[in-house]
């Protein structure tokens, strides 16, 4: 696993919680991880980052729409 470091201006009053979590779910919602890889990187469970992720915006449901659309017309 990589580790990185950043440099967050104190104007933003982040933590380092708040941070994982937010960039777990926008990883999530973008489709770079998993469900389970974000939940490990926002150091919870499955379903409490879950739970979690309409605070930043994200659908638990990660599903295009052209696919929708797509698999719509199959029937």
Same mark, same amino acid.
């Given at each position: 696993? $990589?580790?990185?470091?950043?440099? *967050? @201006? !104190?104007?933003?009053?982040?933590? =380092?919680?708040?941070? $994982?979590? #937010?960039?777990? &779910?926008?990883? %999530? =919602? ?7 890889? &974000? &939940? !490990?990187?926002? =150091?919870?469970?499955?379903?409490? #980052?879950? =739970?979690?992720?309409? !605070?930043?915006?994200?659908?638990? *449901?990660?599903? @295009?729409?052209? !696919? ?6 199959? %029937?």
């Amino acid at each position: 696993m $990589k580790h990185i470091t950043l440099t *967050i @201006p !104190d104007s933003l009053n982040l933590n =380092e919680k708040d941070t $994982k979590r #937010f960039l777990a &779910a926008k990883m %999530f =919602e973008s489709g770079k991880l998993s469900l389970g890889q &974000a &939940a !490990d990187l926002a =150091e919870l469970s499955k379903t409490t #980052f879950s =739970e979690i992720l309409g !605070d930043y915006g994200v659908s638990l *449901i990660n599903y @295009p729409s052209s !696919d929708i659309l797509r698999d719509a017309a199959q %029937f």
